[in-house]
């Protein structure tokens, strides 16, 4: 980063939106064990997949104007569970 930026490490489930400097676009991942074909399917319950809602939260906190989010392709072949990620990012 430039000296004038901060880098922001650490557990993100204490990380808050204000932290975060201003951004038109958001690219980020969340952990895909739990949705991985191999995986545990354990799905947003799970304690890795639970990890989206903390995304989530942080989304709505900053509002930028675009997301670019990472998975696996596991994620898509669960329609319930793609259907709950869309609806909680709309």
């Known amino acids: 980063p430039a000296d004038s930026e901060e880098m922001i490490v650490g557990d ?15 690219a980020a991942g969340f952990p895909c064990q739990d949705f991985s074909n191999v995986g545990t399917k354990h799905g947003l319950d799970g304690a890795r997949g639970s990890l989206f809602y903390e995304l989530v939260r942080l989304i709505a906190g900053c509002r930028p104007r675009a997301l670019l989010l990472e998975n696996v392709r596991g994620l898509l072949t669960q329609p319930e569970l793609m259907r709950t990620v869309v609806s909680q990012l709309s």
């Open 12 to 26: 993100v489930r204490r990380i808050m939106p204000s932290q975060i400097p201003t951004h038109d676009v958001l």
